[in-house]
């Protein structure tokens, strides 16, 4: 509209002001930059708009003052998104920013309460991670390049699942750190290549026994089922006697018990891992959304416990 739009049906820039409260160059940048069209010019050559003009400001206004972004607000005002999915869209963004603020906060705290020479030490394990979303990639990458080839896509994604917890969504100091140690064990140069179809037995039975027998040991572990228990302990001595070629006997329990004892040795890569892994995710198994399972730290210590004679925690695992 042009020319005499001076009428009852348009208002200018100024009322708009008046209205709204805002800076009538505040309302003049929301009309140059799409927000709030212009409908024609007085004779006098001055702005007006629609009779929509109101409702439509106002709702910008509002917008802005939640800290909406010109950008989501210029997707609402085109109808190219809704307000609902405006509110979700920006909700999911604060989650994240929170998410990514309170492991900040936590890596700070991880390098402010220790002594000066642990302080650097921690500071290139934490530095290491970058992002926790990035970190889990790497993970990720690694149990790819560590578990043999040939495994079935399938059950080599049970195991990852179960293998590389995801970064905690509330994070404590310790979680952060524990999360940190766990990605510098994956990512060093002595990290290492899980059993090879070389073996006597078939590898993808021996990880489909390992993952029954670590379900079971989950199960018990929630539920406290001795019976449970004891039949987790049958399948993961079975899958490891099935792989060696060997019958699950007393002498083959006792072998196995002095491999896993010593395997707590400080050094011990798997140790190593497991033990970072139980602190990330605690002594109860959550289930991933992946494969329905729990994670495979929490399981696995019960089952080192029940054949190594150790106390269940992250310091013995």
């Known amino acids: ?56 400001l106002r709702l910008i206004q509002r917008l802005r003052a939640l800290g909406t972004p010109i950008a989501a607000i210029a997707a609402v005002m085109a109808g190219e998104r809704s307000l609902a999915e405006l509110v979700t869209r920006e909700l999911d963004a604060i989650q994240e920013q929170l998410r990514e603020a309170t492991w900040r906060r936590e890596v700070l705290s991880a390098l402010d309460d220790c002594p000066g020479p642990e302080r650097l030490r921690r500071l290139a394990v934490l530095a290491g991670v970058g992002s926790p979303d990035d970190a889990h990639d790497r993970l990720v990458r690694y149990w790819h390049w560590a578990l043999p080839a040939d495994l079935p896509h399938r059950l080599a994604q049970a195991v990852i699942d179960g293998a590389v917890p995801a970064p905690p969504a509330a994070p404590t100091t310790a979680n952060v750190l524990a999360y940190a140690e766990l990605h510098a064990v994956a990512t060093a140069e002595d990290r290492r290549r899980q059993p090879q179809p070389h073996q006597v037995g078939d590898v993808a039975s021996f990880y489909a026994g390992l993952l029954d027998a670590c379900g079971l040991a989950g199960e018990a572990l929630v539920s406290g089922c001795p019976d449970l228990r004891a039949e987790a302990l049958d399948h993961f ?32 890569f798997s140790l190593r891992y497991w033990r970072q892994a139980f602190a990330v ?20 210590a019960a089952l080192h416990h029940q054949i190594a004679g150790l106390p269940l925690t992250a310091d013995t695992l």
């Open 281 to 300: 995710t605690g002594e109860t198994p959550r289930p991933s959304a992946a494969s329905g399972r729990g994670h495979l730290a929490a399981p696995l």
């Open 1 to 56: 509209m042009t020319g005499g739009t001076q009428g009852g049906n348009t208002v200018g820039i100024g009322e708009l002001a008046t209205r709204t409260g805002l800076p009538v160059k505040t309302i003049r940048y929301y009309s140059d930059i799409g927000l709030l069209p212009e409908c024609g010019r007085s004779p006098g050559g001055h702005r007006r708009y629609a009779a929509d003009a109101l409702p439509r």
């Open 237 to 268: 001595v079975r899958a490891y006697a099935r792989i060696g070629g060997h019958d699950d006997t007393p002498a083959f329990r006792a072998r196995l018990r002095a491999r896993f004892r010593r395997g707590t040795r400080a050094g011990s």
